[in-house]
């Protein structure tokens, strides 16, 4: 018989428990009989999709059932496109913690005509905050999208969140967009999570402009600010404009394209502007600053750099050309600044927005890979005409119409009431309805078109992540990263009519979030959280009590800790029984190798004649699949290993799938204790900025934490940056103590560096920890 292989791979982070799948598979359908019945009225288009009447959706809003048939109507309407797709721009705005993108946005939304009063985040107000604890600690945590216009263009904007716990969902946003704003706080420059946003645009090669932002404040400085995007990003910053004064004289902006003072009246919402003649004192930098814009576009053109040499300088439009094929080119990022707060800048950054930042049609098209054959590699252009293909972004949950996913539409139209296929999962999904959203309030459309960003209410089965398309012609878009947890804690609901409760929340919130997971452990009764650091936690929950009424106890956060293997071993395991009736036979050779990394879990067989006959083969996967999530050490799950079966035997009658499955679980639990095995723990990189006279009590106190001190430098201010490494288990409750320690004037951030072995003594802590809780 011809040798049989097969591999299979899959993290060993997503083993899930047999209860967490349990709770995965029920279906949470409570929203739909309640919410699904808006009346539409059709009213004509007016831009790039149909719309239904405009809905602000409160909990007094009645809605008859019979009109859904009128969702499934428009599936068939053939559709004209409104705005042309090469007048989309969709985009997000990503800096670090409070430089200003939720003020920013605020503005956006107001100079772009949809909001009439502005919120400011100070007041607790600002639209796009719009979950309730959002507008309590003033930071924005979830994604929420927005479709605005300005110039006969068609925005769609994402806020993304700056706190290093919310990552992922910078990610997301970014897997989507077309083109991003970076907004620096001219007074701190480049900041460290400017930096983690920056490299992780520059995975997905999104193009950029930067906006200098908060030039009004005391400290404020657009060079120093210009310096540290070439110095900490390793960027080529092109600037744009020139800032008319600065701190409190700061009145306006040179703009270098069209050699013009941009000057606002007042700072007032609203305050009007006038274009004038450059300030003399400024006109010799202007000029120094033109020319070294010019110097560097033309190189982007052979006729217009012998003109330029020549002396002819480039018009306008030529100027502005060059600058947007260099942007979406990557040759150099455009560099303006301005004051959200005191509404200067932002109608010129709007602009920017449209003449440099791209379309969908600017980008190469949208790769994919066949469901059915993931080798074969398939290419969607960004047109209605091609055959319909989106991706999930994000899934939220909304008070009144339930679970809504965000998807990202690259090819082809998607009409309410259509059908189409979830690719990954090769399952159908109803389009329910389609929304337009605008941060906490939506609009019915009825048909979405390619470059579009809807809500869609309804879908069943679609995680963040997947594919939707269209059913004749499927196809799987690059999937996302997800990174792996590295905090848990145990929950427990206070009372026992929560338990249900809770566990809906969980999943509700686990579809929304894939950098949150959650288990039970039924060998300690226990339900665990899990998460990207301590804020990410709470978060979760506290949401839990305001949207989902559970009142839940919490533990002491604990370190995600890994399992893995150091050494290739190899074992002969024998399960065999004979108890009354039937027998029990199974007999396996597996070995276990280390493998990179992040590599997660393979299997593979390499049996050869039907030692082991096939059809036992998922008992032995089955059952090795099933002790990956429990190392034998001290219970943590294990990654980075390669299982192979090599030899085995059967018997004629006794053998079964549930007998290789449970020698599966003997010979990993012998063959892991083999291969010398060992507890990872979470390594983070962590960035301290903090006044010199308190630089050694910071330094003390990083290396009592078995810190690794990397590197020192300066910060402008006078203030020290110190970077280290250091294991999360040392990083509980930091903030405190950096706070008392520093009287308050430092600040810190971290992110997962890497994973690595932990010293002895920790292991030996946490087998018996192990032990001690099983035996309780
Ligand atoms: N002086 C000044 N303050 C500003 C400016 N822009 C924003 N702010 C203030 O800076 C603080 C943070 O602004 P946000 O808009 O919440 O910042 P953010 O980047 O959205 O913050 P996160 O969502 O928490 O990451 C708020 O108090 C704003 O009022 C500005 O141009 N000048």
Redesign the pocket.
């Known amino acids: 018989m011809a040798a049989e292989a097969s591999l299979c791979n899959f993290s060993g982070t997503n083993v899930s428990s047999p209860p967490l799948r349990r709770y995965l598979l029920s279906p949470s359908t409570s929203f739909r009989s309640r919410h699904l019945r808006q009346q539409p009225t059709l009213t004509s288009s007016f831009f790039g999709t149909q719309r239904l009447n405009s809905t602000k959706f409160n909990s007094n809003s009645h809605f008859q059932k019979r009109n859904l048939s009128v969702f499934a109507m428009a599936a068939s309407e053939d559709v004209k496109r409104e705005v042309p797709l090469k007048d989309y721009r969709n985009i997000g705005i990503m800096?670090h913690?409070?430089?200003?993108?939720?003020?920013?946005t605020e503005r956006v939304l107001y100079y772009t005509g949809r909001n009439y009063k502005i919120g400011?985040?100070?007041e607790g107000t600002?639209t796009m905050?719009w979950m309730e604890q959002e507008q309590e600690r003033?930071?924005?945590i979830t994604s929420a999208a927005t479709t605005t216009f300005w110039n006969k263009h068609r925005i769609n904007i994402i806020d993304t969140?700056?706190?290093v716990d919310f990552t992922l969902e910078v990610e997301r946003a970014l897997r989507v967009l077309d083109g991003a704003i970076c907004?620096f706080d001219s007074v701190a420059g480049v900041e460290p999570q400017s930096e983690t946003v920056w490299r992780q645009a520059d995975k997905y090669g999104v193009p950029r402009i930067c906006f200098v932002?908060?030039?009004?404040?005391l400290g404020a400085n657009f060079f120093r600010t210009r310096d540290m995007i070439v110095t900490n990003l390793g960027a080529k910053p092109l600037v744009l404009q020139l800032p008319i004064g600065a701190e409190d004289v700061f009145k306006g902006v040179i703009d270098l394209v069209r050699m013009k003072a941009i000057v606002w009246s007042g700072e007032e919402l609203g305050a009007k502007f006038a274009y004038e003649d450059i300030p003399a004192d400024l006109q010799e930098l202007a000029e120094e600053y033109r020319a070294l814009m010019l110097e560097t576009i033309v190189e982007l053109d052979d006729e217009v750099m012998e003109g330029y040499l020549e002396g002819v300088e480039p018009d306008e439009a030529t100027v502005k050309r060059l600058v947007r094929k260099g942007t979406i080119g990557g040759s150099f990022v455009p560099v303006l600044c301005g004051?959200?707060?005191?509404n200067k800048g932002v109608q010129p950054l709007l602009d920017a927005v449209v003449d440099y930042l791209p379309s969908p049609l600017d980008l190469p098209p949208m790769k994919g890979t066949d469901p059915e054959n993931p080798e074969i590699e398939i290419e969607r252009l960004a047109s209605d005409d091609e055959a319909f293909s989106g991706l999930a972004f994000k899934i939220m949950n909304d008070p009144f119409v339930g679970s809504l996913t965000f998807v990202r539409i690259y090819s082809g139209k998607l009409a309410a009431g259509s059908y189409v296929i979830n690719a990954n999962k090769g399952k159908k999904e109803r389009i329910g309805r389609l929304l337009e959203m605008h941060a906490n309030s939506r609009e019915d459309v009825k048909v979405a078109l390619a470059g579009d960003i809807v809500a869609l209410a309804g879908l069943k089965d679609t995680i963040t992540g997947e594919t939707l398309s269209d059913p004749e012609k499927p196809i799987v878009l690059e999937r996302m990263d997800f990174p792996d947890p590295v905090i848990k804690v145990a929950i427990e609901p206070k009372t026992k009519a929560d338990v249900d409760k809770m566990a809906n929340g969980l999943i509700k919130l686990a579809q929304e979030d894939p950098s949150f997971h959650f288990s039970r452990d039924e060998e300690i009764n226990q339900t665990v959280i899990e998460g990207m650091g301590e804020l990410h936690l709470e978060i979760i929950v506290d949401r839990l009590k305001r949207e989902f009424k559970v009142e839940a106890n919490v533990g002491a956060p604990q370190v995600n800790y890994r399992e893995s293997i150091s050494r290739t071993a190899e074992v002969k395991y024998v399960h065999k029984k004979q108890s009354g009736g039937q027998g029990q036979f199974a007999d396996i050779t597996v070995r276990f190798e280390p493998l990179e990394a992040g590599s997660g879990y393979e299997f593979k067989s390499e049996i050869k004649g039907g030692a082991v006959p096939r059809e036992y083969i998922p008992g032995v996967m089955k059952g090795l699949e099933e002790s990956m999530s429990n190392g034998v050490l001290a219970g943590f799950p294990v990654v980075d290993l390669r299982a192979v079966l090599t030899d085995g035997s059967y018997h004629d009658v006794d053998s079964s799938v549930l007998a290789f499955q449970l020698a599966a679980r003997g010979a990993f639990r012998e063959g892991v204790r083999k291969a010398a095995p060992k507890i990872l723990e979470p390594i983070m990189s962590v960035e301290v900025v903090t006044p010199e006279e308190h630089l050694g009590d910071v330094i003390g106190d990083l290396n009592s934490r078995r810190g690794q001190i990397n590197s020192f430098g300066d910060k402008p201010g006078g203030l020290k940056v110190v970077d280290a490494l250091v294991p999360l288990a040392e990083m509980f409750q930091y903030v405190s103590t950096l706070r008392g320690m520093t009287k308050g004037r430092a600040s810190y951030t971290m992110q997962l560096a890497k994973f690595d072995v932990v010293p002895q003594h920790i292991q030996n802590q946490l087998s018996a920890a192990k032990e001690e809780a099983v035996t309780a």
């Open positions: 800096a913690i409070d430089a200003g993108k939720t003020t920013t400011e985040v100070h600002a905050d003033g930071i924005t969140p700056g706190h907004l932002n908060k030039m009004d404040r004051s959200a707060f005191k």
